[in-house]
């Protein structure tokens, strides 16, 4: 059951337009979602987050945008440059039980941003 | 400021080995948690470790177990390697706050494991 869905495997865009990156959940209990930028041989960086009580955040070029309602989020990269090609991961958390806070991520998306 | 240190960078074994994986937390950080990444997908949870215990724990069998030090840092073992064990192993610290469940996870740089 993938409770965090990334559908688009790849994304092709120009420096300095837009990039805008999507991500689906299904789990309801989810309250906070982060992104995470990787580069190969390298761990996921983390790029920016977003807690359930809002609907957007920004940080510089990076901004997230949260409907919960449709239980998708999206990441906004304005304006691109070649640096930011990389895999981007959507994740998911929220409070357990037992205190814990899991990430639940999604399949990536390769972005690629082209001169 | 050092970041999430994770050893060995690469490793290779033989299916029915035992391996242990090690990691440094962020300075500042007590709760470590580990990933499984496969070719491919995203990262999946393996477990967490807060205080020395096991806090939660995601769908793995008991082949891996884990352990967290007084001194915060953490060690991934995994009894009885499979053929598909080999991954990319993460290891993320953060900061616990009480009532807080949104605490960013930094991540290290990870061990690749190819089991032959």
């Known amino acids: 059951d993938q409770q965090v869905k990334q559908n688009s495997p790849s994304l092709s865009v120009q420096e300095g337009r837009i990039s805008i990156l999507n991500c689906d959940y299904t789990n309801s209990m989810f309250d906070y979602f982060l992104w995470y930028k990787k580069y190969p041989a390298e761990g996921p960086t983390f790029l920016i987050s977003i807690s359930s009580i809002k609907d957007k955040n920004e940080d510089g070029r990076f901004t997230v945008f949260l409907n919960k309602s449709a239980k998708h989020l999206s990441l906004h990269i304005v304006p691109s440059q070649p640096g930011d090609s990389a895999v981007y991961f959507c994740?998911?958390?929220?409070?357990?039980?037992?205190?814990?806070?899991?990430?639940?991520f999604g399949t990536g998306t390769q972005l690629k941003v082209e001169l | 400021d050092a970041g999430v240190t994770q050893s060995p960078t690469h490793l290779i074994k033989t299916r029915g080995q035992q391996v242990t994986l090690r990691c440094s937390p962020k300075?500042?950080?007590?709760?470590v948690s580990w990933y499984q990444q496969a070719l491919g997908q995203g990262p999946q949870f393996i477990f967490q470790y807060y205080e020395e215990e096991e806090r939660q724990r995601g769908n793995f069998p008991d082949r891996f177990s884990g352990h967290q030090f007084p001194n915060y840092s953490s060690e991934l073992n995994v009894n009885a390697l499979l053929l598909g064990d080999s991954a990319l192993y993460l290891c993320?610290?953060?900061?616990?706050?009480?009532?807080?469940?949104?605490?960013?996870?930094?991540f290290g740089p990870g061990t690749r494991l190819t089991v032959l």
């Open positions: 300075s500042g950080h007590d709760t």
């Open positions: 994740a998911a958390g929220g409070s357990s039980t037992g205190g814990g806070n899991k990430l639940t």
């Open positions: 993320a610290s953060s900061l616990f706050r009480q009532g807080i469940s949104t605490d960013t996870q930094y």
